[in-house]
């Protein structure tokens, strides 16, 4: 979907690696704050993320490619298999160097942030209403991720200035940088073709939303993070009912 000359997605994906930078910003400049709050926005994110995903964007691919529940279980295992190939290292991360610590999960991070992009461009091109969906549990969960990735650089004897560097271009700039290297590949595709690349980013959706987000969530044990849970599935409800 393009607005003007400019990618839609584009525009979405911008606002994710703002809302990243946010992140990493908060974490340095209000340490204490950015710590004792983020597992409220990845549980919100993670309730906006598997509702929308459920509710709307899944019967979507269902309408579009008669295969999408084989392609929705490809994007949610594909997603799984990169996660966990990216981390088989850390079981041996405390006989490597420290620098390790911060450098593997990076690299995950990046890939992660950069199939984001990807599944921007997806969603918007099947329609404006589908990628706003998609992109408002996506955008909320890119604050956390942002003050993650700089907590773990941090941790692992990255300075704090590197650190800073490292997380932006990890975390950030590839959502948007995905988003450009796959929107021509993906403007002009067949419906039928489109709603299969639709059905791997629902299945790529509600991974981050219930597989990657609510075991962070539930480490955390903050207090009230059920009920900001709650709030992000009544946000989406709500926004999905509307439309119909």
Same mark, same amino acid.
């Given at each position: 979907?393009v607005?003007?000359?400019?990618? #839609?997605?584009?525009?979405?994906?911008?606002?994710a690696?703002i #809302?990243?930078?946010?992140?990493i910003?908060?974490?340095n400049r209000?340490?204490?704050?950015?710590?004792?709050?983020a597992?409220?926005?990845m549980?919100f994110?993670?309730g #906006?993320?598997?509702?929308?995903?459920?509710l709307?964007v899944?019967?979507e691919?269902?309408?579009?490619?008669?295969h999408?529940?084989?392609?929705i279980?490809?994007g949610?295992?594909?997603?799984y298999? /990169?996660?966990r190939f990216l981390s088989?290292?850390d079981?041996h991360? =405390?006989?490597?160097k420290?620098?390790s610590i911060?450098i593997?999960?990076?690299?995950? /991070?990046g890939?992660h942030?950069?199939i984001d992009?990807? /599944?921007?461009t997806v969603?918007?091109?099947?329609?404006i209403?589908?990628?706003v969906l998609?992109?408002v549990?996506?955008v909320?969960?890119e604050f956390? !991720?942002?003050?993650v990735?700089?907590?773990?650089l !941090?941790r692992?004897g990255f300075?704090?200035?590197?650190?800073i $560097?490292?997380?932006?271009l990890a975390?950030?700039i590839?959502?948007?940088?995905g =988003?450009l290297l796959?929107?021509p590949? $993906? $403007?002009?595709l067949? &419906?039928?073709?489109l709603g299969?690349l639709?059905?791997l980013?629902a299945g790529?959706?509600?991974?981050?939303?219930a =597989?990657?987000l609510?075991p962070l969530?539930? &480490? !955390?044990?903050?207090?009230?993070?059920?009920?900001?849970?709650?709030?992000?599935i009544? $946000?989406a409800? #709500?926004?999905?009912?509307?439309k119909?």
């Amino acid at each position: 979907m393009v607005l003007g000359t400019i990618p #839609v997605g584009f525009l979405a994906s911008s606002l994710a690696c703002i #809302v990243t930078g946010i992140g990493i910003y908060v974490i340095n400049r209000y340490a204490e704050w950015g710590h004792r709050n983020a597992a409220y926005f990845m549980s919100f994110a993670a309730g #906006v993320l598997i509702s929308v995903t459920i509710l709307h964007v899944m019967p979507e691919a269902y309408g579009m490619n008669d295969h999408a529940p084989v392609y929705i279980l490809v994007g949610f295992m594909g997603l799984y298999i /990169i996660n966990r190939f990216l981390s088989a290292g850390d079981d041996h991360l =405390t006989t490597a160097k420290n620098i390790s610590i911060g450098i593997i999960p990076m690299i995950g /991070i990046g890939i992660h942030s950069f199939i984001d992009g990807i /599944i921007y461009t997806v969603t918007f091109n099947v329609s404006i209403f589908t990628g706003v969906l998609a992109a408002v549990g996506m955008v909320l969960h890119e604050f956390p !991720e942002g003050i993650v990735t700089f907590l773990l650089l !941090e941790r692992g004897g990255f300075t704090r200035r590197k650190a800073i $560097v490292w997380s932006f271009l990890a975390a950030a700039i590839s959502t948007p940088l995905g =988003t450009l290297l796959s929107y021509p590949f $993906v $403007v002009d595709l067949e &419906n039928n073709v489109l709603g299969m690349l639709l059905s791997l980013s629902a299945g790529a959706l509600l991974y981050v939303g219930a =597989t990657h987000l609510l075991p962070l969530v539930q &480490n !955390e044990q903050k207090k009230y993070t059920l009920i900001s849970l709650i709030i992000g599935i009544i $946000v989406a409800v #709500v926004i999905v009912l509307s439309k119909g």
